[in-house]
């Protein structure tokens, strides 16, 4: 648990914390430099509870208010804002649990400044999970591997999915909150990605890690009890190209009103004044706002299925939540990746110095669209239009069994 001598209290103006974070963003990616430092920014500042609920210190931000500020600190720099994915689904988690004295210890955490990551994805063949749970003293010992650990690296807890044993003999999967401040968890930076490459993402090991019996969380009441989590993982997607298309927009107009350098069968002497260059900078502009209001719209059509309570958990009020979330994501990934690469087409060769680091959007914005490929989803979108179909609201990725490849 974080130790810290006062609450931090959130505020809604981070215009100079994000500043500050934007400052190093490129030089962090360029020499991999972990943003430890910056993360701890963001608990102080309290942007990190600024959806817990005010009776337990925290923003109180409706889901709207909070996308808004989420895509501003996306702006700033994209791989800080996605290492919190986790952490964002765990806080909206605890925000739906049912009033209980667990629910309470949870969100004064996060008031206080604790991060939690979270543990789901393995390597491993097969649909079942090889992390497994068995009872100790007082709780639980944990042992396995995970990948895909975003923002684990930085956490004081991480969110595992696992495997127990129930008292009948069987198997069943559970959640388990396990506090990365002992010795039998270990984080280990080795996400190798061309994009994204400080949200920790990388492998975490557990090797008879303690989880305390309070700390084990039946995952099927949870789902019942809260029926937008997918959404909030796909939502931090989207929210992460707008605010990056944002921030290439903008920088796209600083250096073309800059370069003073043209072509002698362009428009005009000085790029900003060359209207086939004016009309790439307004392509971007555009692609920026559209996406910043398709993600504004899904934070609407979520805030809005949140407030209808449990009585909207299943029929057609959450699969239409997640149709809408799936067109977000397959809209936006084509925008960003065309907006990636079309910047280059307002500027010269130079562009491509790797001092500018422009490339760092294309596989910034490439890495994120291949999170639950999109493809997949436009498809789930369409058997819904066409025949009905409700999408699967609890999915994994794994390796196919042994017998199953090549076949």
């Keep these: ?11 809604l ?12 963003a490129l030089d962090r990616s360029r020499f991999h430099v972990l943003p430890h430092e ?4 963001l608990k102080v500042s309290g942007f990190t509870a600024l959806r817990v609920p005010r009776e337990f210190g925290g923003g109180g931000l409706s889901i709207v208010a909070f996308v808004e500020q989420f895509i501003l600190l996306a702006r700033a720099d994209s791989q800080i804002a996605h290492a919190l994915r986790g952490h964002l689904a765990f806080v909206e988690t605890q925000i739906n649990r049912a009033e209980s004295a667990d629910r309470t210890r949870w969100l004064k955490r996060v008031v206080a400044g604790d991060i939690v990551g979270n543990a789901v994805t ?10 497994v749970l068995t009872p100790a003293e007082g709780g639980f010992h944990l042992d396995g591997t995970k990948f895909y650990s975003t923002g684990s690296i930085y956490a004081d807890w991480i969110d595992v999915i696992a495997r127990a044993t129930d008292a009948a003999g069987g198997d069943r999967l559970v959640g388990a909150i396990v506090s990365t401040h002992q010795e039998g968890v270990t984080s280990v930076d080795d996400w190798s990605g061309f994009g994204q490459q400080l949200t920790g993402s990388g492998t975490t090991v557990f090797s008879q890690a303690f989880v305390a019996a309070p700390d084990l969380v039946d995952l099927e009441a949870q789902f019942a009890s809260f029926h937008y989590l997918d959404v909030v993982f796909q939502g931090v997607l ?9 921030a290439l927009a903008a920088r796209t107009a600083g250096l073309v009103r800059d370069r003073t350098r043209s072509y002698t069968h362009g428009n005009a002497a000085l790029p900003r004044h060359d209207p086939q260059v004016l009309q790439v900078v307004g392509e971007l502009e555009a692609a920026a706002q559209a996406v910043t209001a398709i993600v504004r719209d899904l934070a609407t059509r979520t805030e809005d299925l949140a407030d209808s309570g449990p009585e909207a958990a299943g029929g057609t009020a959450r699969a239409a939540l997640q149709v809408a979330s799936a067109n977000a994501q397959v809209v936006v990934s084509r925008l960003a990746l065309q907006a990636t690469t079309q910047l280059f087409d307002a500027l010269g060769a130079s562009a491509t110095d790797e001092d500018l680091g422009l490339d760092l959007y294309w596989r910034n914005a490439r890495t994120i669209a291949s999170h639950n490929p999109w493809i997949y989803k436009a498809r789930i979108s369409g058997d819904w239009a066409v025949n009905g179909t409700e999408p699967v609201y609890f999915w994994m990725a794994s390796e196919a069994e042994p017998a199953s490849v090549g076949s």
């Design 1 to 11: 648990m974080t130790e810290a001598t006062s609450t931090p209290t959130p505020t």
């Design 13 to 24: 103006d981070f215009t100079a914390l994000f500043e500050r974070i934007a400052e190093g």
């Design 38 to 41: 910056q993360i701890a920014w």
């Design 122 to 131: 393995e390597t491993g063949p097969g649909q079942g999970l090889g992390t």
């Design 238 to 246: 989207v929210a992460l190209q707008a605010g990056q298309l944002q």
